[in-house]
C-alpha cells in the first residue's frame, strides 16, 4: 500500500503557516539558527554601520524629553483600524452573498472560465503598497521619538534604523512573491471545482457541488493572507511602540520615586 505523504508541520507566524497551507509547498524546519540567517542576509557596509551604531554612545545632551503618550498609540490604532477595513471591506475580496445576487448569478455557470486571477493580482498589490507606506510611516516617526528620550533608547532607534535599510529589500522580494503563490492556489481550486462538477455529472452518488463556490473559497483565503501579512508588517511598529512605553513608565517611576 502507498502511504500519503505527510506534510511538516510548518511552525512560526500565522503569515508563513498559512502560506504553507494555500500553497501546498511542504516547507522543511531550518537547520539555521535566526543569528545565522540574519548574517547571511546583512552584507559587510550593513555589519559596519550595525556595529558602528552598537558601539556608539549617543550624547546625553542632545535629548528631548518629551512625552510619549496616547496620541501616538491613538494614531497606531487608527492606521491599523484602518488598513483592517481596507481588507475586510474590499470588494474584490468579498463573497458572493456580500457582492449582491446580480454578482453571484453572473459566476455561476462559466464562473471557472470567465474568472481572471489579474484582477485579484492587481488589487493585493495595491494593498500591499498601501501597507508598506503607512507602517513605513508610522515606523520612522515612532523611531524618531525614540531617539529623543535616552542614550539606550537613541541607540536602540539607530539599530532599527540600520535593520530597516538591510532587511527591507528582502522582505519586500519575499512579500512581492506572494500574489505568484495566491495565483498557483487560485488554479487548483478552480481545477479542483471542475474535476467534481465532471465527477458529479457521471455519478449519480456524488455531493452536489455549487458552481462558483470556489471562488468564495480563494477570496476569504486571500482576506486571511493579507491580515496576516499586515501583522508582520506591523512587528517592528509595535517593538517601537512597547520600547517607548517602557521608557514612559521608567520616567515616571523615577518621577514618583
Not at 559587510?44 to 546625553?60: F, M, R, Y
Not at 539599530?159 to 495566491?182: C, I, K, N, W, Y
Request: glycine share 6%; with cysteine; aromatic share 6%.
Amino acid at each position: 500500500m502507498v502511504q500519503a505523504h505527510q506534510r511538516t508541520n510548518v511552525r512560526g507566524p500565522t503569515f508563513i503557516r498559512l502560506l504553507a497551507r494555500l500553497t501546498d509547498v511542504d516547507v522543511s524546519p531550518s537547520r539555521q539558527s535566526l543569528s545565522d540567517r540574519l548574517g547571511q542576509w546583512l552584507d559587510w557596509t550593513h555589519a559596519v554601520a550595525l556595529s558602528t551604531t552598537l558601539d556608539g554612545k549617543p550624547s546625553e545632551a542632545a535629548f528631548d524629553m518629551s512625552t510619549f503618550g496616547s496620541v501616538e498609540e491613538n494614531e497606531c490604532v487608527r492606521v491599523r483600524t484602518s488598513l483592517v477595513s481596507t481588507i475586510t471591506g474590499d470588494r474584490t475580496f468579498a463573497t458572493s452573498r456580500e457582492r449582491g445576487a446580480e454578482h453571484a448569478s453572473a459566476e455561476e455557470g462559466g464562473a471557472n472560465e470567465a474568472v481572471d486571477y489579474s484582477a485579484f493580482r492587481q488589487r493585493y498589490l495595491a494593498i500591499q503598497r498601501s501597507m508598506q507606506a503607512a507602517t513605513g510611516s508610522l515606523r520612522g516617526r515612532l523611531r524618531d521619538m525614540l531617539a529623543q528620550t535616552t542614550a539606550d533608547m537613541a541607540r536602540l532607534a539607530a539599530v532599527d534604523a540600520v535593520m530597516e535599510r538591510a532587511l527591507s529589500p528582502r522582505e519586500q522580494t519575499l512579500l512581492g512573491h506572494v500574489p505568484a503563490l495566491l495565483g498557483e492556489h487560485f488554479e487548483r481550486l478552480r481545477q479542483t471545482e471542475q474535476k467534481a462538477l465532471a465527477d458529479a455529472q457521471v455519478s449519480e452518488d456524488a455531493p452536489a457541488i455549487a458552481p462558483g463556490a470556489w471562488l468564495d473559497v480563494f477570496r476569504k483565503d486571500v482576506q486571511s493572507v493579507l491580515l496576516a501579512e499586515l501583522d508582520v508588517r506591523f512587528h517592528p511598529v509595535e517593538g517601537l511602540l512597547a520600547a517607548l512605553r517602557t521608557n514612559s513608565l521608567e520616567r515616571h517611576v523615577q518621577k514618583s520615586a
